[in-house]
């Protein structure tokens, strides 16, 4: 079990970046697979990046490619996802998620894959 904390959403205009940070305690931060998925109002939450245990494997949904890139430093138990060139349709509480990965290499991309999960984080883009 691991407890995690999202933090760095804002009001922003259209065009502008943000950087979402995910603080990690409990189990040691490097025998996990990360993600992040995020939901608007009266949608389900849905994917948006996904890193393996060891860091050497991504991929992202086809509306964020090429401008967010998920990252990660076990030093400091943190994952991070950086958010550049930002849209209105990318308005939505951002969460951050966790899995335990024995085996080392694999991307999870489904909510049911997922079991620690932080308490969110609002971004919200204006035209």
């Known amino acids: 079990q691991v407890h995690l904390v999202e933090s760095g959403g804002g009001l922003v205009q259209a065009g502008d970046s943000l950087r979402l940070s995910c603080a990690a305690s409990g189990r040691p931060f490097s025998s996990y697979a990360l993600g992040w998925f995020r939901q608007a109002p009266g949608k389900e939450r849905n994917f948006v990046a996904a890193m393996s245990r060891g860091g050497g494997s991504t991929l992202y949904a086809d509306s964020v490619k090429g401008r967010f890139t998920i990252s990660r430093d076990n030093s400091k138990s943190t994952a991070y996802l950086q958010m550049n060139t930002l849209k209105p349709e990318d308005t939505a509480v951002y969460y951050c998620?966790?899995?335990?990965?024995?085996?080392?290499?694999?991307?999870?991309?489904?909510?049911?894959?997922?079991?620690?999960w932080g308490q969110g984080t609002q971004v919200t883009v204006s035209s």
């Open positions: 998620a966790a899995a335990e990965d024995r085996k080392g290499g694999v991307v999870l991309t489904a909510t049911y894959e997922y079991d620690n």
